[in-house]
């Protein structure tokens, strides 16, 4: 195995993205890895050397606004000044393509949380590119967004678009503890693994306020893959395999569940769908309780999907 940093910049506004490459010897695929809203690459170090040990090549990208890949590299939670949720998804793709130019493998895209929002733009705008999609911690999308898109511009109107929002954070997370009893942290509804509560709250480049631009532009992102015409999604490979996996007392998927999320796939033609719940964990499976089962199940799946 080998770890190999890369830094693309941008063509849209010239901003850095850092990005990781994890590589071995005739690797089977790509398997590229998004992580979620405040949060970072360097978490899935894991699952990248699980998927080296099984033959992958694996990449992790630090998105826009995160990580090693702040905003005019000080500012976190802001993507772009000008179309941020499309500027972020066109510069994953093109690291994509940077990383597989020489060998062309199969694309296997796993997203968490937010990353499985970015990850279905992703399926939407160049799924032919696809080989299988994994989505973790797949959030719901409530059904007063239009109503917080419109508070989140108002936000934006008034304080400036680079105002890292309390108000706004508050109004969608906070009450994701509200299932918890005596909850120590504000980020106890992240896992239900006490050290990795812990390493969240320490972790400076975990949750942190984002600014409300990067609400309005995460809220068309939910758009993009919720509420646009289906019309728009050009599904040429329809058996693709596609699993929701999410934790059972993850407040993300309520209140319609994951279930919800696949058949909206389903309504734009992918067939080969399949959803589950992992008991006793909460959002971030592969940093909770049965992290080591749930990296063995997904190195599985990629095997069963490469030859699908």
């Known amino acids: 195995m080998s770890i190999q940093s890369m830094i693309y910049v941008s063509p849209f506004d010239a901003q850095k993205l850092k990005a990781y490459v994890y590589d071995v010897k005739k690797p089977k695929a790509l398997v590229v890895i998004l992580h979620g809203m405040a949060d970072h690459q360097a978490r899935y170090t894991a699952l990248a050397s699980r998927l080296n040990e099984a033959g992958f090549r694996a990449l992790t990208i630090d998105q826009r ?54 990850a279905r733009s992703y399926l939407k705008k160049y799924g032919s590119d696809l080989k299988a999609l994994y989505l973790s911690g797949s959030p719901d999308m409530s059904p007063i967004a239009s109503i917080g898109k419109t508070i989140a511009k108002s936000v934006r109107a008034v304080k400036g678009e680079k105002h890292p929002s309390p108000l706004l954070t ?83 998927h309520k209140p319609k569940g994951i279930q919800w999320a696949a058949d909206q796939l389903k309504q734009r033609g992918y067939q080969n769908i399949t959803t589950n719940l992992i008991e006793g964990c909460r959002h971030e499976i592969y940093n909770d309780i049965h992290r080591e089962e749930l990296m063995d199940s997904f190195v599985d799946w990629c095997e069963k999907s490469l030859n699908a």
């Not at 941020?84 to 130019?101: E, F, P, T, Y």
Request: with cysteine; glycine share 8%.
């Open 170 to 252: 508050k109004l969608s997370f906070g009450s994701f503890n509200k299932d918890i009893a005596d909850p120590k942290t504000p980020f106890d509804w992240v896992s239900t693994d006490e050290e990795n509560i812990a390493a969240y709250n320490a972790d400076p480049f975990c949750g942190f306020l984002c600014t409300a631009d990067f609400f309005v532009e995460m809220l068309k992102g939910f758009e993009d893959v919720y509420a646009g015409d289906i019309k728009d999604w050009e599904v040429t490979n329809p058996k693709m395999p596609i699993r929701f996996e999410s934790g059972e007392l993850d407040p993300c």
């Open 65 to 118: 606004g995160h990580g090693e890949s702040l905003f005019d590299g000080n500012l976190k939670g802001h993507f772009a000044d000008k179309d941020g949720w499309m500027r972020n998804l066109d510069d994953i793709h093109a690291i994509v393509q940077s990383v597989n130019a020489k060998d062309q493998l199969p694309i296997i895209l796993f997203g968490h949380s937010m990353g499985s929002i970015v």
